[in-house]
């Protein structure tokens, strides 16, 4: 009986290394095709945005239309240096400043156009992702990795705001 119960107890174990390394194996391939994107796409436009201004404007795309004060809280700046980045982004017409229609005070960053056009590099390659699984994959096994990346999405990752999935500003 012991002997059953250390037994599944390394087989449990040994399928949570699996999966933590196979997770962490999908997400380095990720970041590599999002960086070999973004440093290709800088070369050919010229660099009109640096590095950072890169990750700047793809964070506040992911953040849904923050605020200059949400921005800065969220990569943990100063609101002047974000204040400092967000101006520059504004200049290039990556991002814009919508007033707020609750308290007019209040100015949330949102994407522009020309955001879309060229430095909305992880959706593409996303996109054919999906394709791939979706033809790998029957019908019950897509909903059920559905239900996973769900599940993932709404209640294991609480530390990062749900991502915008459905394309549209927040």
């Not at 087989?11 to 999966?19: F, G, I, K, T, W």
């Not at 640096?50 to 605020?67: D, K, M, N, W």
């Not at 982004?89 to 960053?109: M, T, W």
């Amino acid at each position: 009986m012991q002997r059953d119960i250390i037994k599944e107890q390394e087989s449990a174990d040994a399928v949570c290394r699996e999966l933590n390394d196979n997770f962490a194996a999908v997400y380095e391939k990720f970041k590599i095709h999002f960086y070999q994107e973004a440093f290709t796409i800088m070369q050919e436009r010229e660099a009109s945005l640096s590095t950072v201004e890169v990750f700047c404007v793809e964070l506040i795309h992911a953040l849904h239309s923050p605020t200059v004060n949400e921005f800065a809280n969220f990569i943990n700046i100063s609101a002047p240096n974000a204040a400092y980045k967000v101006n520059s982004l504004l200049k290039k017409g990556y991002i814009k400043k919508v007033q707020s229609a609750d308290d007019k005070r209040e100015y949330h960053l949102v994407v522009t156009e020309k955001y879309y056009k060229y430095y909305n590099l992880s959706t593409s390659y996303l996109s054919r992702v999906v394709r791939r699984i979706y033809q790998r994959f029957s019908g019950e096994q897509l909903k059920f990795i559905s239900e996973v990346l769900q599940v993932m999405n709404e209640e294991l990752m609480p530390e990062a705001p749900s991502p915008n999935i459905n394309g549209s500003e927040a």
